[in-house]
T-cell receptor, first 112, second 114 residues
Framework: SQQGEEDPQALSIQEGENATMNCSYK?????LQWYRQNSGRGLVHLIL?????REKHSGRLRVTLDTSKKSSSLLITASRAADTASYFC????????????FGKGTRLHILP | ETGVTQSPTHLIKTRGQQVTLRCSSQ?????VSWYQQALGQGPQFIFQ???????GRGNFPPRFSGLQFPNYSSELNVNALELDDSALYLC?????????????FGEGSWLTVV
């Protein structure tokens, strides 16, 4: 079973607008990561936030983490057509395996 | 450029056949993980290898097996292929032992079972 669940499953916005995606997870984590996947291709690591961090920025990306609610959000500001992709959150379990568990993803479509 | 290369990129197999997928990871990636991603779904963890030994396994039957070699390359073998095995198979390299390490994915191998 998948650890994280992204919300919404699909999102269409106009170019230039901000896009917000949410992720909820079930168990304690070491860190949470966000990945992007263009259609049918490999995943690209976007940003990692540790369990003791609350917010992190990278360029147009802003990630928040609320461990009390077991949730995270990814904000993409000033969206561009090239941001069209699927976005996945992934959690690292607090065990020796350090397996990365992915959610089902949010499919983001930027309209011109 | 992630430093992780997978082959082949696409292949078609017949139900019941066996398949081997290969992954080459850059030096320093002592951990390799394999994922299966069905169309429209998130990647599902198959197993992980650390220093050539299996180091965790997801909910996949024994006909999914793997190897990791000293040169940081890896194989995923699937026996007795079933139609539901059709998916994108992703290999990921990482350096274990570092808190919050980054995982680097290859572009994947598309497997179609007919």
């Amino acid at each position: 079973s998948q650890q994280g669940e992204e919300d919404p499953q699909a999102l269409s916005i106009q170019e230039g607008e901000n896009a917000t995606m949410n992720c909820s997870y079930k168990t304690s984590i070491n860190n949470l990561q966000w990945y992007r996947q263009n259609s049918g291709r490999g995943l690209v690591h976007l940003i990692l936030i540790r369990s003791n961090e609350r917010e992190k920025h990278s360029g147009r990306l802003r990630v928040t983490l609320d461990t009390s609610k077991k949730s995270s959000s990814l904000l993409i500001t000033a969206s561009r057509a090239a941001d069209t992709a699927s976005y996945f959150c992934a959690t690292v379990w607090m065990n020796r395996d350090d397996k990365i568990i992915f959610g089902k993803g949010t499919r983001l479509h930027i309209l011109p | 450029e992630t430093g992780v290369t997978q082959s082949p990129t696409h292949l078609i197999k017949t139900r019941g056949q066996q398949v081997t997928l290969r992954c080459s990871s850059q030096s320093g990636h002592n951990t390799v993980s394999w994922y299966q991603q069905a169309l429209g779904q998130g990647p599902q963890f198959i197993f992980q290898y650390y220093r050539e030994e299996e180091n965790g396994r997801g909910n996949f039957p024994p006909r999914f097996s793997g190897l990791q070699f000293p040169n940081y390359s890896s194989e995923l073998n699937v026996n007795a292929l079933e139609l539901d095995d059709s998916a994108l198979y992703l290999c990921a390299g990482s350096l274990q032992g570092v808190s919050g390490y980054t995982i680097y994915f290859g572009e994947g191998s598309w497997l179609t079972v007919v």
